[in-house]
C-alpha cells in the first residue's frame, strides 16, 4: 500500500479519539462528583435551632456561659445567671500576674464608659493561687469599682477551664460566649471595640 | 485539649505554636519539592517573608481603617501587640499583592509556583486542623460511636481528628505525585490540591456542630463546593486545553 492509502485508513486518528475520548470520561466524572457534593450539601442540611442544641453550656465561643456564684469584696454573692441581659467582661485575673495588672486600668476606663449601656466587668480573682488581701489592695490602688470576686477553692478558674491568667471571656447579654482571649494585656482599643460589639448584638 | 504549653515558668499557646511550625515544616517541604515542578527553589523563602511581612502589615492597617473611630482616640493601639486587632481578609489581600509584584519583578511561571506553594498549603491545613484539636475549636456534633470524644460537655464526632486524617492523606497524594509524576501539566498539582481538600471539608463539615448556616446550608460545604467546582474546571482545562488547528 502506499502511504496516501495508509492515511486514508484513518489510523493517525485513533490518538485523537483517544484524546477525546479521555477528555470525555473526565468531564463526566467532573460532573458526577459535583453532583453527589451538591447533593450531600443538601442532605447537611441543619435547622439553626438543632445547631445550637449541639452548642449548649461551656467555656467555650458559641456556647452559654457556665452559671456559677462568687462572693465580691462586699461579701455579697454574684450568680452570672442573674445579670442576663447585660454584656458581660468575665476576667480571670491574680494580683501577681503582670499582664493581668497592666490590663486592669484599660479595663476599668470600659467599665465607666459603658456601664450606663448595660455593660458589667466581673474580675474573678484566682484566690486559690492568689490573696484576697493582695486583690483587694491592687483595687484599692487603681480605683478599680467593677465587682472583684473570689475564687478562693479555685472552682470557677476549673469550670471555665482557665490554664493561664489572664483569659478573659466575653459574654453576651444572651449569655452566649461571643470569644475568649487566652493572655493579656489586652489594649483599651480591643477592650472597647468587644464592648461597643456585645452591646450592639453583634456576631449573634 | 492542650491549649497552653507550659515550659517551666514560660506558658505558650499551643495553637500559635503549631501554626508557626507548620509554616516552618511547610515552607522547608516546598523549598525541596521546588525543583521536581519546575519552580527555582530559592524564590520560595523570598516570596514567604514578603508575603508574612506585608500580610501583617495588611491586616493591622485594614483593621485600624476599619475601626478609625477607635483606634484615633488612641492611635498609639495601632501598633498593639494583640493579636485580635488583625483583620484576616486585608492580610491576605496584601499578602497576595505582595507576592503579585515580587512575582513580576520575578518573572514568575505562576502555574509553577503554584504547584511549587501547594506542600506548604498542605501542611498548613493539618497544622490548622491540630490547632483545631488543640484549643477545642471546630468540634463535631453530638454522637454515641464509640471512637466519640467527650468535648465541651458531651461526646461528639471527634471532627478535629477526621480532618488531621484527611488533610495528611491529601498531602501524601500531593507528595507521591510530585515525585512520580513529574510529566503532569503545570499547575494541575495545586488544583488537584484545591480539589481534594474541598472535597473532604465538604464530607466532613457534615459531622462538625461550629458551621455557619445560610438558608439552613452549611456555609463551609457551599464554600467547599464553589471550590471544587472551579477546580474541577480547571483542571479539565490544564489537561485539555482549547487547541486551533493549523490546516
Known amino acids: 500500500m502506499h502511504e496516501k492509502d495508509l492515511r486514508s485508513l484513518d489510523m493517525p486518528a485513533f490518538p485523537h479519539y483517544n484524546r477525546r475520548v479521555s477528555q470525555i470520561k473526565l468531564r463526566i466524572t467532573s460532573l458526577i462528583i459535583l453532583i453527589f457534593g451538591a447533593a450531600w450539601v443538601y442532605y447537611s442540611a441543619v435547622d439553626p435551632e438543632e445547631t445550637r442544641a449541639w452548642r449548649a453550656t461551656a467555656p467555650a465561643a458559641g456556647f452559654q456561659a457556665p452559671d456559677f456564684e462568687l462572693q465580691n469584696d462586699l461579701g455579697e454573692l454574684v450568680r452570672l445567671n442573674n445579670l442576663e441581659g447585660q454584656a458581660i467582661i468575665l476576667n480571670f485575673w491574680a494580683s501577681w500576674c503582670l499582664p493581668c495588672r497592666e490590663e486592669m486600668p484599660a479595663m476599668e476606663e470600659i467599665y465607666q464608659q459603658y456601664r450606663q449601656q448595660g455593660l458589667t466587668v466581673l474580675a474573678v480573682n484566682a484566690t486559690h493561687i492568689d ?16 465587682p472583684i470576686l473570689f475564687d478562693f477553692d479555685g472552682k470557677v478558674n476549673q469550670l471555665y477551664r482557665v490554664n493561664a491568667l489572664p483569659t478573659t471571656f466575653f459574654i453576651s447579654p444572651t449569655g452566649t460566649i461571643q470569644e475568649v482571649v487566652i493572655g493579656g494585656p489586652m489594649s483599651e482599643v480591643l477592650l472597647r471595640l468587644r464592648a461597643e460589639n456585645l452591646l450592639s448584638g453583634g456576631d449573634e | 485539649m492542650f491549649p497552653i504549653i507550659q515550659i517551666g515558668p514560660l506558658a505558650l499557646q499551643a495553637q500559635g505554636l503549631i501554626y508557626l511550625i507548620g509554616i516552618w515544616i511547610g515552607l522547608t517541604l516546598a523549598e525541596k519539592l521546588a525543583p521536581k515542578v519546575k519552580f527555582p527553589a530559592g524564590h520560595i523563602w523570598n516570596a514567604a517573608s514578603l508575603a508574612l511581612i506585608f500580610g501583617l502589615i495588611g491586616a493591622r492597617l485594614s483593621y485600624v481603617v476599619l475601626h478609625w473611630d477607635v483606634f484615633a482616640e488612641s492611635p498609639g493601639s495601632i501598633f498593639s501587640l494583640n493579636l485580635q486587632l488583625f483583620d484576616l481578609w486585608g492580610g491576605i489581600i496584601f499578602s497576595a499583592l505582595a507576592i503579585l509584584i515580587f512575582g513580576q519583578r520575578k518573572h514568575f511561571r505562576w502555574l509553577n509556583f503554584f504547584d511549587a506553594s501547594t506542600p506548604l498549603l498542605g501542611v498548613f491545613l493539618v497544622a490548622h ?34 480532618e488531621i486524617c484527611a488533610s495528611l492523606l491529601v498531602l501524601a497524594v500531593i507528595i507521591f505525585l510530585i515525585y512520580r509524576q513529574p510529566s503532569l501539566p503545570a499547575g494541575v498539582i495545586f488544583f488537584l490540591f484545591s480539589a481534594l481538600s ?32 472551579v477546580s474541577l474546571y480547571v483542571i479539565n482545562k490544564l489537561f485539555y486545553p482549547i487547541t486551533t488547528e493549523k490546516g
Open chain 1, 131 to 146: 490573696s484576697r488581701v493582695k486583690a483587694l489592695e491592687f483595687a484599692a490602688l487603681h480605683g478599680l469599682n467593677f
Open chain 2, 129 to 162: 486542623s491540630l490547632a483545631n484539636l488543640a484549643v477545642g475549636t471546630g468540634f463535631g456534633r453530638p454522637s454515641e460511636l464509640p471512637w466519640a470524644i467527650n468535648l465541651w460537655g458531651a461526646n461528639r464526632h471527634p471532627s478535629q481528628i477526621y
Open chain 2, 198 to 229: 474541598s472535597t473532604w471539608r465538604l464530607i466532613l463539615e457534615y459531622f462538625r456542630a461550629d458551621s455557619n448556616l445560610i438558608f439552613q446550608l452549611r456555609t463551609g460545604q457551599v464554600i467547599s463546593w464553589l471550590i471544587l467546582a
